[in-house]
């Protein structure tokens, strides 16, 4: 599948990028790629080992005379999100990804590509495949369950990496380069609530939140995209002075990702049946409003449904309330990154399932105080509606230092590879800098990437004229790092 990447430049990096497109990859999933990675290193003589989380790292020596340069670290990550369109069946765990070209993009068929990292991973294979290149010692590291909150970084071997540069892949801009990124955290609760038979006089009602574009939670927070979890607590909140109980609830699949659909399985008093669905067909027209220009596909949908068990009325009050009341999206702007997201939080998903209940929010910020601030916060409301928050240890944010040598050094190559010079900006996202600094503090680093759009949703798409000049950039920066 996907031979057409075969007959696409650059073509070493095209060609790995078929490998990844054809290997199921979802994050935890990722052995049968890192096998294939090590075969092929095998094959061409290079020296790979894994850490105790997973990780691949691939060496290569430097070109003879460039033995006593400082070596380079390549890095990305072998997973990606798996986030399938509407109606579109897909097996994350068995299936390849589809791709197709369409004005100069590169998509996938109804799921999301995998460019994020997929791109970054295949490009720093391709420089390890490449024998014309003049180079200093180098390493790939590629990591696991990135998308996952970070857990291949976060457990990375302590000093694994031998190089004094490292150079991130994982970016999503031409003309970029970032020098920091955000920090985060997961704020999450599970609970069991009782549930009995519905009364006699009940209807059964499913209710849909979906049409909404999605995305990443943290590069396109800012754009005050709609969240399936959002909306439909809102509703249901307000709906739940008739006496609404909820039977089932499914919202969201990557607490990273902006939840695009959820869906509530309901039992409501029959004579309120007309009031509630005249109040969802009200939202729906609101929702349109609010979010005209931005997130025009939203819907509401509703249809009978069978419900013999839900929860009590107070307990769908406690829940449909809690997430009524947390916040979602910007909490706060950088003060010293003009224009720059400080904080956020997404609630990434939401589950009902025979009772059980699950909640799990994500919260980012570039500073870890502030991160900390809104972690608390989140875990006093939860603690507040009876619930019992479950905070997870975090991850650091990536301090810029923009008198870095190497900054400077990317800079002219750019500028000299491109005609140039790249903006330099800091990601309101958890990048892997952050978590590798802290084990590596003497090492500098710089992230860049080319140009990907809807990350984490089946809209990701990447600019293949983009990925042409990353790697140009990239080989050249290889090289220049290969001099004293």
């Known amino acids: 599948m996907n031979e057409h990447l075969e007959t696409m430049e650059p073509t070493l990096l095209w060609r790995h990028f078929r490998t990844f497109c054809n290997t199921p990859r979802p ?4 052995e049968a790629l890192a096998k294939k990675v090590e075969a092929w290193a095998d094959a061409r003589g290079l020296h790979h ?15 003879p005379g460039h033995e006593e340069v400082p070596g380079t670290v390549l890095q990305g990550h072998l997973d990606m999100v798996s986030q399938a369109a509407p109606g579109v069946e897909h097996d994350f765990t068995r299936d390849p990804i589809e791709t197709f070209e369409q004005d100069g993009w590169l998509h996938a068929r109804g799921t999301t590509l995998g460019a994020d990292n997929g791109i970054g991973a295949a490009a720093g294979l391709a420089i390890l495949d490449d ?6 010692p180098l390493e790939v590291l590629l990591t696991v369950e990135e998308e996952a909150s ?3 970084a976060i457990k990375l071997r302590e000093q694994w990496l031998q190089g004094h540069f490292l150079l991130n892949l994982d970016s999503e801009d031409e003309g970029q380069v970032y020098i920091g990124c955000a920090g985060g955290a997961s704020v999450s609760t599970e609970a069991v609530l ?38 439909l607590a809102r509703l249901l909140d307000h709906l739940a002075g008739t006496g609404l109980q909820l039977a ?50 939203v819907t509401l949908s509703h249809e009978p449904a069978s419900v013999e068990r839900a929860i009590a009325a107070a307990d769908t009050r406690r829940i449909v309330g809690v997430m009524h009341a947390l916040p979602y999206g910007v909490a706060g ?5 003009p224009g720059v997201v400080e904080t956020s939080n997404n609630m990434g998903i939401v589950r009902l399932e025979q009772g059980k209940f699950r909640l799990q929010l994500m919260v980012r910020s570039l500073r870890d105080s502030a991160r900390d601030e809104l972690v608390a916060r989140l875990g006093t409301l939860l603690e507040l509606t009876g619930f019992e928050p479950r905070i997870n240890q975090g991850y650091p944010g990536w301090t810029p230092d923009p008198e870095a040598p190497l900054l400077a050094r990317f800079q002219r190559v750019h500028e000299t590879t491109t005609g140039e010079v790249p903006a330099v900006k800091i990601v309101h996202a958890g990048l892997e800098c952050g978590l590798i600094g802290a084990k590596h503090p003497e090492m500098q680093m710089i992230s860049f990437g080319p ?22 950039v990239l080989r050249a920066m290889v090289e220049d790092l290969a001099r004293p």
Not at 55 to 61: E, G, S
Request: contains cysteine; proline residues 3%; negative net charge.
């Open 49 to 63: 080992e894994r850490d105790e989380a997973g990780n691949l790292l691939l060496r290569k020596p430097a070109s």
């Open 333 to 337: 702007m950088s003060r010293s990154a």
């Open 27 to 30: 994050s935890g999933r990722e």
């Open 131 to 136: 024998d014309s290149l003049t180079h200093g």
């Open 150 to 152: 970070l857990v291949g």
């Open 451 to 472: 140009t990907i759009r809807g990350a984490h949703s089946p809209d990701e798409r990447v600019d293949i004229g983009a990925v042409q000049n990353f790697y140009a």
């Open 248 to 297: 089932d609830y499914d919202g969201g699949t990557m607490g990273n990702a902006i939840t695009r659909e959820a869906w509530a399985t309901v039992a409501v008093p029959r004579d309120r049946l007309e009031h509630v669905t005249g109040e969802i067909e009200r939202f729906a027209r609101l929702y349109r409003e609010e979010l005209e220009g931005v997130d025009d596909g």
């Open 194 to 231: 009782a549930e009995a038979p519905v009364a006699p006089g009940m209807a059964g009602l499913k209710i849909g939140v979906h049409g909404l574009k999605g995305g990443h939670s943290g590069l396109d927070i800012h754009q005050g995209l709609g969240n399936a979890n959002c909306l």
